[in-house]
């Protein structure tokens, strides 16, 4: 297979510049496969920024963009910055170049990998979009956003991956997070962000347990712990005793279940999310990867 990468959006060039200019969001653009691009395996985002008057940390840094939208036809993917900074870390195993600047220097990162599997369609139009939030004390913001083709497609389905936002309510127990996951194929991971989590001190967690229930069988009963367990590599966790690394912190509030190996059928029966959750309503976020037909 060979492998074609091609940006995007990016900076002029030739140009000493990390991207185009990120001032405002990216409206929707057009993508058109070129000869030999015949699946498009992944997206690569990139983004910098200068933290003008105070230091922004990795974190509130990845929330510039929320979010990024692909279309094959019809909205693919949909995902927030830091969302992507999580998922490129669990899917692919490993963490994407950041830095974290002090006053007057840049905060980066690069090579946010997004998994798409889309095949190419002679009949269908492909597009993105890249929505700019406003984060205080940055400036200077520009992007970069590649595609990663093949030019042959080595999987048979395509991904959807589209966030599902969720508000826990503010009583302690099991709730019903998700009713029914989207009956389109098949479940091979989920990302979960959770606004509470264990720290130094408290071990208390917006989602304490994750359930995943189809009708007759319980998939999986995960701890925050299981889930957190999932992200497999992190950066050192400690930059000194008692403060964590700003990849950590940025990656603290994410678990991960991985499906890929036995996924779970969501056309075969009616798959809900059930959590135990914590005594304060508090705003999470499910992203289902499912691989649906092409």
């Known amino acids: 297979m ?3 990468t091609r940006a995007l959006f990016d900076g002029a060039v030739p140009g000493a510049n990390l991207g185009g200019s990120f001032a405002a969001s990216i409206q929707n653009l057009p993508v058109t496969p ?27 840094f990845l929330d510039l963009v929320n979010p990024l939208q692909f279309n094959a036809g019809a909205p693919l993917t949909q995902i927030r910055g830091r969302d992507a900074f999580a998922l490129s870390t669990a899917w692919y195993g490993i963490v994407p170049r950041y830095r974290e600047g002090a006053i007057g220097e840049d905060d980066k990162v690069a090579g946010i990998k997004v998994p798409v599997w889309a095949k190419t369609k002679p009949a269908e139009a492909w597009s993105f979009f890249i929505t700019r ?6 400036s ?16 048979t389905g395509r991904l959807d991956i589209r966030q599902i936002p969720v508000t826990t309510p503010a009583a302690l127990g099991i709730t019903q997070l998700v009713p029914k996951l989207p009956k389109t194929g098949r479940l091979l991971g989920l990302l979960v962000f959770s606004a509470s989590v264990p720290s130094f001190t408290v071990d208390t967690a917006s989602i304490e347990r994750l359930f995943i229930d189809g009708a007759k069988t319980r998939y999986c009963d995960l701890h925050w712990q299981d889930l957190s367990a999932g992200l497999l590599y992190r950066p050192d966790s400690l930059a000194s005793a008692g403060t964590q690394s700003p990849g950590v912190v940025a990656l603290d ?27 304060v309503s508090e705003a999470v976020r499910l992203l289902p990867i499912i691989e649906v037909p092409q």
Not at 34 to 42: A, D, V
Not at 133 to 138: I, M
Not at 256 to 279: C, M, Q, Y
């Open 140 to 155: 200077g913001e520009v992007l970069r956003l590649t595609g990663d083709f093949l030019e042959k497609a080595p999987n």
């Open 253 to 279: 509030n994410y678990g991960f279940a991985d499906f890929r190996d036995d996924p779970i059928d969501l056309v075969a029966e009616d798959i809900a999310i059930n959590a135990d959750v914590g005594v």
């Open 2 to 4: 060979t492998e074609r």
């Open 133 to 138: 939030v406003a984060v205080t004390n940055l």
């Open 34 to 60: 070129q000869p030999g691009e015949n699946y498009l395996e992944s997206l690569l985002l990139s983004f910098k920024a200068d933290d003008a008057t105070a230091v922004v940390s990795l974190a509130a």
